[in-house]
């Protein structure tokens, strides 16, 4: 089991950005063996898969919404997961969270995690 922690939300303008992180803790298995990943959840919706990443990093998935306008990263020596959100859009406003996938068979583009943050909470408004 991963305990992991988002931070980095907040409330931002209609076309400005915001830097989430998540970081992993917790004993056992390392961080660079977890597939990593976001998801996020409008209120009234369903929560959605926002973005994922391999386990060194190399490949990158993303839903075609927030295609081209967010970039996920993660630095393994620090355990840490990003999403960098660019050109944020007011149908952007959700809760964030970071998700692990410790499956042997994970990988970016089938990403079923299951290991869960608290979610940070993102607000586009003017």
């Known amino acids: 089991q991963v305990h992991l922690v988002e931070s980095g939300g907040g409330l931002v303008q209609p076309g400005g950005s915001l830097r989430l992180s998540c970081a992993a803790s917790?004993?056992?298995?390392?961080?660079?063996?977890?597939?990593m990943g976001w998801f996020r959840q409008a209120p009234g919706k369903e929560r959605e898969f926002v973005a994922a990443i391999s386990r060194s990093g190399d490949i990158t998935y993303y839903a075609d919404s927030v295609k081209g306008r967010f970039t996920i990263s993660r630095d393994n020596t620090k355990n840490t997961v990003y999403l960098h959100a660019n050109s944020l859009k007011p149908e952007d406003t959700a809760v964030y969270y970071c998700?692990?996938?410790?499956?042997?068979?994970?990988?970016?583009?089938?990403?079923?995690?299951?290991?869960w943050g608290q979610g940070t909470q993102v607000t586009v408004s003017s």
């Open positions: 917790g004993p056992g298995r390392t961080f660079s063996t977890y597939v």
């Open positions: 998700a692990a996938d410790g499956r042997t068979a994970a990988r970016a583009t089938m990403f079923a995690p299951g290991n």
